[in-house]
């Protein structure tokens, strides 16, 4: 339940009162000091209490939530709530334990694209950099209602969302991998390649190098499917980062090119020298800022160029792939694209470290009194 929030104002008011910066602290009184942790902790929360709590909203019935005034606004209060909860790898696996992980994937089946969204993107929040995560959700048959969004949700958000949760469940993982090749994954990225919302296409090209990368003849199955085709036409799009998206998907494809039967067909050839003649002549007439903004696209096009053809393109005789103050050997376009940020820190995550127990307004559960009747 939602609760008044703290008086702030008057603890600032309280502590400038008895200091005043410069002597040494004074003795607190009994009551003071009593005062003053009974305020500390009433803006701590118990945060396996709290999950237990909305994981017992989440297998309510629709209707009962609905007859208690809960709205679906408040449910994706509820789950923006969870997912910082479970950015802490530790609260990520205990919500399986306290029984919340099938509920949430429950909601993935909402009748509101709203909450279907917050889910997904709950639990990309769960699996990333998480292997015990990813195991559980895998378990669970997660990865099957997720490519179900991903491939039918009539809401594109809901399938952005989805396929964005099922990029963080497959990286480094095996089963995941294959499952969604078995499942005609790749059919579903060319469907959200041809769409025309920019989100939804960045999230399928991001995609594409990695797993490309992880099963190199794959690359064979994107050609059948015309992917070159379609990723020339997107290297020309007006948005920065699907044209280094697409680029970047070309480039695994080239790699399989020598001596190989895979990787762009020789009669694309054509078209995608055209491609990267206008773009490196668009490149030559930016000025020194706009140079700077497509850094990574310049190496790009210079390493599919010589991918292709077997010689550096013209950027490098021109000056242009490496600027003035860059660094002086090109940077890694790719594998930085593949980590998700939300736990960068996951690598040197330590496991006696506790996840923090600050405090913030919980949303509207099930209404006054009935949630700690239904709990006990």
């Given at each position: 339940?939602?609760?008044?929030?703290?008086?702030?104002?008057?603890?600032?008011?309280?502590?400038?009162?008895?200091?005043?910066?410069?002597?040494?602290?004074?003795?607190?009184?009994?009551?003071?000091?009593?005062?003053?942790?009974?305020?500390?902790?009433?803006?701590?929360?118990?945060?396996?209490?709290?999950?237990?709590?909305?994981?017992?909203?989440?297998?309510?019935?629709?209707?009962?939530?609905?007859?208690?005034?809960?709205?679906?606004?408040?449910?994706?209060?509820?789950?923006?709530?969870?997912?910082?909860?479970?950015?802490?790898?530790?609260?990520?696996?205990?919500?399986?334990?306290?029984?919340?992980?099938?509920?949430?994937?429950g909601y993935l089946k909402n009748s509101h694209a709203n909450i279907r969204q917050k889910a997904a993107e709950v639990l990309t929040t769960i699996v990333q950099n998480n292997p015990r995560g990813q195991?559980?959700?895998?378990?669970?048959?997660?990865?099957?209602?997720?490519?179900?969004?991903?491939?039918?949700?009539?809401?594109?958000?809901?399938?952005?969302?989805?396929?964005?949760?099922?990029?963080?469940?497959?990286?480094?993982?095996?089963?995941?991998?294959?499952?969604?090749?078995?499942?005609?994954?790749?059919?579903?990225?060319?469907?959200?390649?041809?769409?025309?919302?920019?989100?939804?296409?960045?999230?399928?090209?991001?995609?594409?190098?990695?797993?490309?990368?992880?099963?190199?003849?794959?690359?064979?199955?994107?050609?059948?499917?015309?992917?070159?085709?379609?990723?020339?036409?997107?290297?020309?799009?007006?948005?920065?980062?699907?044209?280094?998206?697409?680029?970047?998907?070309?480039?695994?494809?080239?790699?399989?090119?020598?001596?190989?039967?895979?990787?762009?067909?020789?009669?694309?050839?054509?078209?995608?020298?055209?491609?990267?003649?206008?773009?490196?002549?668009?490149?030559?007439?930016?000025?020194?800022?706009?140079?700077?903004?497509?850094?990574?696209?310049?190496?790009?096009?210079?390493?599919?160029?010589?991918?292709?053809?077997?010689?550096?393109?013209?950027?490098?005789?021109?000056?242009?792939?490496?600027?003035?103050?860059?660094?002086?050997?090109?940077?890694?376009?790719?594998?930085?694209?593949?980590?998700?940020?939300?736990?960068?820190?996951?690598?040197?995550?330590?496991?006696?470290?506790?996840?923090?127990?600050?405090?913030?307004?919980?949303?509207?559960?099930?209404?006054?009194?009935?949630?700690?009747?239904?709990?006990?």
């Open positions: 339940m939602a609760k008044e929030g703290p008086n702030w104002e008057g603890l600032l008011k309280w502590s400038l009162a008895h200091s005043d910066g410069t002597g040494s602290s004074r003795k607190l009184s009994e009551d003071d000091r009593k005062w003053f942790m009974e305020a500390m902790q009433s803006q701590t929360v118990d945060v396996v209490k709290r999950m237990k709590e909305i994981t017992l909203v989440m297998q309510t019935p629709e209707q009962v939530l609905e007859s208690h005034g809960v709205t679906p606004q408040d449910i994706g209060d509820m789950l923006d709530e969870l997912q910082e909860h479970v950015e802490s790898i530790d609260m990520a696996n205990d919500l399986h334990s306290i029984g919340g992980l099938v509920p949430l994937l195991q559980l959700v895998m378990e669970a048959n997660g990865l099957e209602q997720l490519l179900s969004n991903f491939t039918l949700d009539p809401d594109v958000m809901v399938r952005t969302k989805a396929l964005g949760a099922i990029s963080s469940l497959i990286r480094h993982n095996k089963p995941g991998i294959s499952a969604f090749r078995l499942a005609n994954g790749y059919a579903a990225l060319k469907d959200a390649l041809s769409s025309e919302d920019v989100r939804f296409q960045r999230k399928a090209l991001n995609l594409i190098p990695y797993l490309l990368n992880e099963n190199r003849s794959d690359c064979g199955i994107v050609t059948e499917l015309g992917f070159p085709h379609i990723l020339m036409d997107l290297a020309s799009s007006e948005d920065a980062d699907v044209r280094e998206a697409a680029l970047r998907g070309l480039l695994e494809l080239a790699q399989d090119r020598p001596g190989k039967p895979d990787g762009i067909p020789n009669e694309e050839d054509d078209k995608l020298k055209k491609i990267l003649q206008k773009r490196i002549k668009e490149i030559g007439k930016m000025s020194a800022e706009d140079l700077g903004a497509v850094k990574e696209e310049r190496q790009l096009v210079d390493s599919l160029w010589y991918a292709c053809y077997n010689e550096p393109s013209s950027l490098r005789e021109n000056g242009l792939l490496v600027l003035p103050g860059e660094d002086s050997s090109p940077p890694d376009v790719a594998s930085k694209h593949f980590e998700p940020p939300l736990r960068a820190w996951a690598a040197n995550w330590n496991p006696d470290t506790k996840p923090s127990s600050e405090k913030k307004e919980s949303p509207l559960l099930i209404g006054p009194g009935a949630l700690s009747d239904n709990a006990s």
